[in-house]
């Protein structure tokens, strides 16, 4: 899981090739735009631009979080009137700087890619692309793979077809969406050709398309959410179609192409935990989504009175406040954040997770201490983090704990890049709702169920294989469904 950005400036009406208009700084566009979807990664970050007037990309990658790895000359440096940006949330791939995106390549016309998601089959696809194609991997990333493969198929069509156009562009992605299996929400662009995207042919991640018009300059922007597009005062102009991909040329025409839809599966943990609660996601708040989790987790907690209702910050506070509102107790924050300390979920690593944990929240006494306190997260995975806040709780005087989230139970590992580990480390694969409270140290447990996820969204049609078990791509003959995740990243990391 990352978060994406591209930006393209072009004149406001389409013009004749050469034609010039007056640009600001794209990479300036995309690092702000890039600031907003922090929340989707904080491994690294990367930004490539590409400056037409001299024929050059220029980039800047850094590990850590996106304010530390730019500085204002960089930004100054990263010219040009198109610019990518990505921020990384590691879960294929090693933790180096070589494998922060946006990743680039030479051949043919100059090519530069970053994405949002995860290749299901990204082990036997890289094995296919080396031995088919000579392909070298310069990395373990996956969108070196999708890029790779889309500059494969770009230049074998050069052969018959000549300069870079839309049309080698479209039957190229239509080669990479046959070979990938999986979940990638792509911006890219190409030299002098223009800024492209693609979502996968179930859109499981967010993409968006955004656009402002200043007099004769229009600026458009591909975004991972609603967010970045609006908090740079553009309109959101769509949500890209499942297996759409589109075109903006240097002149400023829109092209699109479908490259390979089929039914949607919208990933339902984008409106659970993971995007901001501001974006709208497919037409879908994600703030009301949370809300409406709230009061349907209210009609799941019977049998006991509580003194206060508490949410787990940060995702945990929109419902906890409709929970407590529907069950008329008042609501209380009992833990605050520590703002310095990372997410622990999207930390990679049991150690660096526990370690998060226990640095994040800080418990405000008086608001805890002989209460019967309903704790209000957004889901179990591995249960550390919930272990970890009841027994917290507990510590400073909780009379009684009870959790309740907004999740239903997630019983199967996530091939689509949510860190969701084997099978066999998911809290809710192996033990009853009873046990479960018992492992975490809480007297009871409640949980939504897969219907709730559906009313709260309300319209978009959701992947839920992590509830279900049912995923939206054949994932049977990738290596990574027999091995599940923690093993496929070992054995990436032997072969790539
Ligand atoms: S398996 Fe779960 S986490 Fe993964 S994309 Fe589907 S709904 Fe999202």
Redesign the pocket.
């Known amino acids: 899981m990352c978060g994406v950005a591209g930006v393209i400036q072009v004149p406001s009406k389409a013009s004749l090739p050469g034609n010039k208009v007056q640009t600001s700084s794209a990479s300036l566009v995309a690092y702000q735009a890039l600031l907003m979807l922090q929340h989707r990664g904080q491994d690294g970050a990367g930004m490539v631009s590409y400056d037409q007037e001299c024929g050059r990309f220029f980039d800047k990658k850094k590990l850590g979080l996106i304010a530390q790895a730019f500085e204002r000359e960089d930004l100054e440096r990263l010219k040009g009137d198109m610019a990518l940006a990505h921020t990384r949330y590691a879960t294929v791939g090693g933790d180096g700087i070589q494998d922060l995106q946006p990743m680039l390549a030479g051949m043919p016309f100059g090519v530069a890619l970053a994405h949002n998601g995860n290749l299901a089959n990204m082990i036997e696809l890289a094995e296919e692309v080396q031995s088919k194609y000579k392909i070298k991997f310069l990395t373990r990333n996956d969108a070196e793979v999708l890029l790779q493969l889309f500059c494969y198929f770009m230049g074998r069509e050069r052969g018959t077809n000549g300069n870079f156009n839309f049309e080698m562009a479209v039957s190229s992605m239509k080669e990479v969406v046959a070979h990938a299996n999986g979940?990638y929400s792509v911006v890219g662009m190409v030299a002098d050709g223009g800024l492209f995207a693609l979502r996968d042919p179930h859109g499981?991640?967010p993409l968006l398309l955004g656009r402002k018009v200043e007099g004769e300059r229009t600026t458009y922007l591909f975004a991972s959410e609603s967010s970045a597009i609006q908090f740079l005062g553009m309109e959101v102009v769509k949500n890209l179609a499942p297996g759409e991909f589109i075109l903006i040329t240097p002149e400023g025409q829109v092209l699109t192409a479908d490259v390979g839809g089929k039914e949607a599966?919208h990933?339902?943990?984008?409106w659970v935990y993971f995007a901001g609660a501001e974006s709208v996601l497919e037409g879908q708040c994600v703030y009301s989504a949370r809300l409406e989790l709230g009061r349907r987790l209210a009609k799941k907690i019977s049998g006991r009175t509580f003194d206060v209702v508490m949410p787990v910050p940060d995702t945990g506070r929109t419902a906890a406040g409709a929970l407590a509102e529907a069950l008329k107790i008042p609501y209380r924050e009992g833990l605050l954040k520590n703002r310095y300390v990372q997410r622990s979920f999207i930390l990679n690593g049991q150690s660096k997770r526990e370690l998060a944990v226990s640095l994040k929240l800080i418990p405000i006494v008086s608001e805890i201490k002989g209460k019967d306190i309903l704790l209000v997260d957004d889901s179990i995975v591995r249960g550390t983090t919930s272990k970890k806040i009841v027994n917290l709780l507990r510590m400073h005087g909780a009379k009684s704990v009870c959790l309740a989230l907004t999740c239903p139970p997630?019983k199967?590992?996530?091939?689509?890049?949510?860190d969701?580990p084997v099978q066999g480390e998911l809290l809710m694969a192996n033990l009853s709702q009873r046990e479960a409270a018992d492992w975490v140290g809480a007297d009871e447990v409640f949980f939504t169920d897969t219907n709730d996820i559906e009313a709260a969204v309300n319209g978009p049609k959701?992947?839920?294989?992590?509830?279900t078990g049912e995923?939206?791509t054949d994932l049977k003959k990738c290596h990574s469904f027999a091995l599940e995740r923690g093993k496929v990243r070992e054995k990436a990391e032997k072969k790539i």
């Open positions: 979940s499981i991640r599966a990933c339902m943990f984008e997630i199967h590992p996530c091939f689509y890049g949510i969701f959701l992947c839920k294989g992590c509830l995923y939206p």
